[in-house]
């Protein structure tokens, strides 16, 4: 099991240490580091960032939001960096929910897996570079229908580093891995926790079994962040985590669309998630917090002491993950490295 670095999203402005976590994955032996986005910072202007300052690690969007950007403009970016980092982009993509794809990018949401379907096949399309694009879908034409009626259809006038440029799909709900299984070259599981392997397993295993299916479970990556707090105490530890996990499960989507809460209630925390986003949409965000249990926090993150997540470890390596990807400073990467085979 490899292990890489989620350097995540802005809060209200840059972080601080990010250099210094960057510099610290490139010398320990990280496999990769992994930016993200919501509504503020972007995933992609970080990495091409981080890109001039390392040689070696994967660097990967975790995840770039489908409706922040047309297909075409994602493979400009895409093709950009990775002829800038000498081959080491990975482009991670997600449908995002509905409150953040209709209220902060102004696009529809319903059919989010018709449409991921259609965004990747038009990048592979650009990737390939085997003539001008064209492409007729119910989300997605190109050229464009109407308008000055001057649209042509375009081919990419750089040559992309490599045409199989890999691809990895964030998913959450059965449907979603399933399509990450068939269409993509990895899969990007949030909130992933050990006791649903077997679960997991099942939907992946169906998406590598569809006609026209990509790749093999051996040429397919998954790669999972997972929380990770290095404490003396394990309560202290998971005190760090559970305003995250209340904020997906209270206030990441609308009371009655939420994907984050239901793979905790599928884990068998539905009474827990239910007074959670009762009390993260009343406003009572420290309360939702404080329901967020233990248990709950350490069926899907790493936290303790480092000797304890060392023995932790071992749920983690019997799972589908190939890549665990953790967070933290640089001291807790120290922490952490001795039991990843680097």
């Known amino acids: 099991m490899k292990l890489g670095l989620a350097l995540g999203y802005w809060g209200a402005g840059p972080p601080a240490d990010t250099a210094e976590l960057v510099a610290a994955a490139e010398q320990s032996g990280l496999d990769s580091i992994w930016t993200a986005e919501a509504y503020g910072s972007d995933a992609l202007t970080p990495l091409a960032f981080h890109a001039a300052t390392t ?27 990775d002829h800038l980092s000498g ?20 696009q529809p949401y319903p059919k989010p897996l018709a449409r991921t379907r259609e965004y990747i096949e038009i990048l592979r399309r650009i990737f390939a570079r085997q003539g001008p694009v064209e492409f007729a879908g119910e989300h997605y034409t190109l050229p464009y ?33 399933a399509l990450a299984a068939e269409i993509a070259d990895g899969w990007l599981p949030f909130f992933f926790s050990p006791s649903a392997d077997a679960f997991y397993r099942a939907a992946l295993d169906e998406g590598f079994a569809r006609p026209g299916a990509r790749r093999t479970r051996a040429e397919f990556e998954v790669a999972a962040f997972v929380p990770t707090v290095v404490g003396d105490d394990v309560e202290t530890a998971a005190d760090a985590i559970r305003p995250m996990i209340a904020l997906y499960v209270g206030g990441m989507g609308a009371k009655a669309v939420n994907f984050h809460l ?31 249990p233990t248990a709950m926090v350490e069926d899907v993150a790493l936290v303790g002491p480092a000797a304890k997540i060392g023995e932790d470890l071992h749920r983690w390596r019997t799972t589908t993950i190939d890549t665990l990807i953790v967070n933290g400073p640089a001291a807790q990467l120290a922490a952490l490295t001795p039991y990843f085979d680097l």
């Open 145 to 177: 229908p109407g308008g000055a009626g001057l649209g042509k259809p375009l081919k990419s006038t750089v040559h992309p580093l490599r045409a199989d440029l890999p691809i990895h799909l964030a998913a959450e709900g059965p449907k979603n891995v």
């Open 87 to 106: 081959g080491r982009m990975v482009l991670g993509l997600g449908a995002s929910g509905p409150q953040v794809v209709e209220g902060w990018y102004g």
């Open 262 to 292: 239901d793979v905790f209630a599928r884990l068998g925390y539905d009474k827990a998630c239910a007074e959670i986003q009762e009390r993260y949409l009343a406003g009572d965000k420290a309360g939702a917090a404080a329901a967020v």
């Open 55 to 81: 040689s070696r690690v994967r660097l990967g969007t975790n995840i770039a939001q489908l409706s922040g950007r047309t297909p075409a403009a994602t493979a400009m970016a895409a093709i950009t960096l």
